[in-house]
């Protein structure tokens, strides 16, 4: 059972943007424990998109963007592309459980 | 090359044992915390646990629905990490993923992944 939400689905024309958000709590996100973003390609691993709430890896395109406020957070994809086609998970650490949590994960589509 | 290699995933029946294998190449092994992160069939991504290294004294931590039944363990002269799966059930079944912990409790590389089921 994920304590961070996250919409099941967004979509988007080509070129639009879109963002996915990432719900939480006082003891993960609000506790201000840093929020990571990973992208799952069909069918591979995941892959380390953002970190720290707004960080890029290098390699990672600057078209994807993360904030963070309160007790969320969100990813934004500025300029869709079709290979941006994956489902994304926000990620943090939780005190309450002791762990790190991940979000329930969102498909994203270009339409 | 910088990578995480995992082996042993098989079929199990529940109640049985199985012992997962993460072997690391192209950094240091040594001064990295490793993590298990599961995901069912179609479902989201799932913390299992981790090892932290020596001068953490190897410390481990395991999420609730694993803790007490899976043990995680390294072997740094062998650049391998473990996964030790006992008394498994069916909800076990998933595709696990060894990944490396970054700096800030994020998880900067990961594995292919191995496919483990559990059924009678």
């Known amino acids: 059972q994920s304590v961070l939400t996250q919409p099941p689905s967004v979509s988007g024309a080509p070129g639009q943007r879109v963002t996915i958000s990432c719900t939480g709590s006082?003891?993960?996100?609000?506790?201000?424990?840093?929020v990571h973003w990973y992208q799952q390609l069909p069918g591979t691993a995941p892959k380390l998109l953002i970190y720290?709430?707004?960080n890029r890896p290098s390699g990672v395109p600057d078209r994807f963007s993360g904030s963070k406020s309160g007790t969320s957070a969100s990813l934004a994809i500025t300029g869709l592309q079709p290979e941006d086609e994956a489902d994304y998970y926000c990620q943090s650490y939780d005190s309450s459980l002791g762990g790190y949590v991940f979000g329930t994960g969102t498909t994203v589509t270009a339409l | 090359e910088v990578q995480l290699v995992e082996s042993g995933g098989d079929l199990v029946q529940p109640g049985g044992s199985l012992k997962l294998s993460c072997a690391a190449s192209?950094?240091?092994?040594?001064?990295?915390?490793l993590h298990w992160v599961r995901q069912a069939s179609g479902k989201g991504l799932e913390w299992v646990g981790r090892v932290r290294p020596n001068f953490n004294n190897y410390a481990t931590t395991y999420g609730a629905s694993v803790k007490g039944r899976f043990t995680i363990s390294r072997d740094d002269s062998k650049n391998t990490a473990y996964l030790q799966m006992n008394s498994l059930k069916t909800e076990d079944t998933a595709v696990y993923y060894c990944?490396?912990?970054?700096?800030?409790?994020?998880?900067?590389?990961w594995g292919r992944g191995t496919l483990v089921t559990v059924s009678s």
């Open positions: 990944t490396r912990g970054g700096s800030g409790w994020y998880y900067d590389l």
């Open positions: 192209g950094f240091t092994f040594s001064g990295s915390t």
């Open positions: 720290g709430h707004i």
């Open positions: 006082s003891s993960n996100i609000g506790a201000e424990y840093d």
